[in-house]
C-alpha cells in the first residue's frame, strides 16, 4: 500500500501526526510505502539563517503570547502521550524550502523517512536551524544521506523544480492543511489523527485493494 504524506517540518501537528501514523504502521500487517511530499504553510518565511523564533512570530500572528502559549501546553500534553520530545520554545522561524529539496534527494537515496524523522526532531526538539545549510548537511548525513552529496544540492537548483511541481499537485488535490495522508491516491485521512483512526483507515484501504 503506497501512502503519500503532505507535510511541513515546521508543522506540530505534522510532528504529532506522523508518530501517532508510524504506530499504526507498525502494528498493521500489510506492507506500506510511504512517499514524503512537500507543503509548505508559510512560503513567505524568511530563509536567512538566524532569523529569530518562532514563538515571537506566532504571537505577532495570533494575538498575544499567552496564545501561543496555550496552544503549546496543549500540544506538549499530546506529544508526551506519544513518546515525542517536544520543545516549542526553542523551534526557529524558518523557510522550509530547502530543507523540502533534501527530503526530496532523501527520497531518491532511500533514506527518506529517516532524514524526515530526523529533520521532525531537530526543529521541534533541539531548536536546531533548519535555515543554516550545514545544519541541513549535518542532520541529513546523521539519517543516512552523504554530506558532499546534500552539499552538492543546496549549491546548485537540483530538485527544485520537482519540488515545486509537488506543491502545486497538493494545490490541485485541494490541500489547504497539513499533514494530509493519501492512501493509494484515493482515499485520504486529514489531520494529526489518533493512532486508532490511521489503524482503521489502513484495515479499510487494504480490504478494498
Known sequence: MKI???SDVVCPWCYLGQARFRQAVEEFPGEVEIVWRPFQLDPSSPAEPEAGLASTVLAEKFGGADKVHAAHQRLRALTEDAGLPFEPELARQINSLQAHRVIWLAGEEGVQDAVVARFFRAHHAEGRDLNAPETLVE???EAGLPADRVRALLASAEGAPEVAAQIDEARRLGISGVPFFLFEGK???????PTEVFAEALR??????
Do not use: D, M, R
Not at 187 to 193: D, E, H, L
Not at 204 to 209: C, D, G, I, Q, Y
Open 187 to 193: 482515499w485520504a485521512v486529514s489531520g494529526g489523527q
Open 139 to 141: 542532520l541529513a548525513a
Open 204 to 209: 479499510e484501504v487494504a480490504s478494498k485493494l
Open 4 to 6: 503519500e504524506i503532505y
